[in-house]
Nanobody, 125 residues
């Protein structure tokens, strides 16, 4: 299983970025997908998640109204649109796949099976 995140970069506060995470070697339609981030010196933070069909999503409070996650099952890709970026959004962003058939812990950022390498997002003030 490979999860490859891309789309990070340097942006000014108030700007936007769209992250992509392409999956291979996994039945993408069977996976809930999550986005996590880790800033230097801080613990990993669960940011957003999207269910298998795309109908159910979750956002941590700090990004609600600014970030939107979506998925294209035909392309085995999940996206994270980030708008109104703030310096505190600076982190390495990673995607993860949740393959358990039952359970909803993916909505709490728990139980993810596979992780991708991250992409750096830097927001300057």
């Amino acid at each position: 299983v490979q999860l490859q995140a891309s789309g990070g970069g340097l942006v000014q506060a108030g700007g936007s970025l769209r992250l992509s995470c392409a999956a291979s070697g996994v039945s993408f339609n069977s996976a809930a997908m999550g986005w996590f981030r880790q800033a230097p010196g801080k613990e990993r933070e669960f940011v957003a998640a999207i269910g298998r069909s795309g109908r159910t999503t979750y956002y941590t409070d700090s990004v609600k109204g600014r970030f939107t996650t979506s998925r294209d099952n035909a392309r085995s890709t999940v996206y994270l649109q980030m708008n109104s970026l703030k310096p505190e959004d600076t982190a390495v962003y990673s995607c993860a796949a949740y393959l358990h058939v039952y359970g909803s812990s993916w909505l709490r950022g728990i139980g993810y099976d596979y992780w991708g390498q991250g992409t750096q997002v830097t927001v300057s003030s």
